[in-house]
C-alpha cells in the first residue's frame, strides 16, 4: 500500500516568511496530491491540489510542486500570516484504486508576531 | 458547494454501550464515503471505506464486528461503536467523495467521542 512521510513535524517561522513542508510518497501509481489544513478539532480543509500531470500549482499565497521522479511534493506558503497557523496534512491517492486518502504524519505550523 | 455534515459532534457514553454517529452529503450525492479515527496529535487513520448498496471495506486491524457501517442511502452513512472501551475515545471524521469534483473528498467536522 501507499505510505506517506511528512517533514518538519513541527514549524515555526515569523509571520511574513515562508513555510515549505515536503512529502514523500512511496507508490508510483499515485496520481493525486490534496493538502489539508486543520486547525485544532476541526475538520480537515482542502487548500490545495495537484495532479500527477502537473508539475506546479499555485493559488494567490499557496502553492504545490510535484516531482513525480523523486516522488515527492512540497506545500509552500508565502508571506505568512498568524491565522495560517494550524497543522497541515498532505495525503496522496491512487485514482481508481478504491480512492483511498493516505495521509502525512502532519505538520504543526506556527507563526509568530 | 459541497457540504457534508456530522451527528453528533460530541458524544460521551458509558463503557459497553454502543454509540451512532451519523455522516451526511448535504448538497451532493455521494456512492463512496470513507471513515477516519484520529488520536490526539496524531494523523488521519483510515478504518473503513462506505459504499452505497454494499458492504463496507475495512482496513487492516479494524474489527468489521465492532465498527458497523452502514451506507444506505446516496447521501447518508452511519458508524456504530458497537461496546464501546474507554480506548475506543477518539475523534471520528467522515468524508464524503463528491464524483462531480473528480477525486475531491469533503470532510465532516468531526465526531468527538469519551468512552467513560
Known amino acids: 500500500g501507499e505510505n506517506v512521510e511528512q517533514h518538519p513535524s513541527t514549524l515555526s517561522v515569523q509571520e511574513g516568511d515562508s513555510a515549505v513542508i515536503k512529502c514523500t510518497y512511496s507508490d508510483s501509481a499515485s496520481n493525486y496530491f490534496p493538502w489539508y489544513k486543520q486547525e485544532l478539532g476541526k475538520r480537515p480543509q482542502l487548500i490545495i491540489d495537484?495532479?500527477?500531470?502537473?508539475g506546479e500549482k499555485k493559488d494567490q499565497r499557496i502553492a504545490v510542486t510535484l516531482n513525480k521522479t523523486a516522488k515527492h511534493f512540497s506545500l509552500h506558503i508565502t508571506e505568512t500570516q498568524p491565522e495560517d497557523s494550524a497543522v497541515y496534512f498532505c495525503a496522496a491517492i491512487l485514482t481508481g484504486g478504491g480512492n483511498k486518502l493516505t495521509f502525512g504524519t502532519g505538520t504543526q505550523l506556527k507563526v509568530e508576531l | 458547494g459541497a457540504v457534508v455534515s456530522q451527528h453528533p459532534s460530541r458524544v460521551i457514553c458509558k463503557s459497553g454501550t454502543s454509540v451512532k454517529i451519523e455522516c451526511r452529503s448535504l448538497?451532493?450525492?455521494?456512492?463512496?464515503m470513507f471513515w477516519y479515527r484520529q488520536f490526539p496529535k496524531q494523523s488521519l487513520m483510515l478504518m473503513a471505506t462506505?459504499?452505497?448498496?454494499?458492504?463496507?471495506?475495512?482496513e487492516q486491524g479494524v474489527e468489521k464486528d465492532k465498527f458497523l457501517i452502514n451506507h444506505a442511502s446516496l447521501t447518508l452513512s452511519t458508524l456504530t461503536v458497537t461496546s464501546a472501551h474507554p480506548e475506543d475515545s477518539s475523534f471520528y471524521i467522515c468524508?464524503?467523495?463528491?464524483?462531480?469534483?473528480?477525486?475531491?473528498?469533503?470532510f465532516g467536522p468531526g465526531t468527538r467521542l469519551t468512552v467513560l
Open positions: 448538497d451532493f450525492q455521494a456512492t463512496t
Open positions: 468524508s464524503a467523495r463528491k464524483e462531480a469534483s473528480g477525486d475531491t473528498q469533503y
Open positions: 462506505s459504499n452505497e448498496g454494499s458492504k463496507a471495506t475495512y
Open positions: 495537484i495532479r500527477s500531470n502537473v
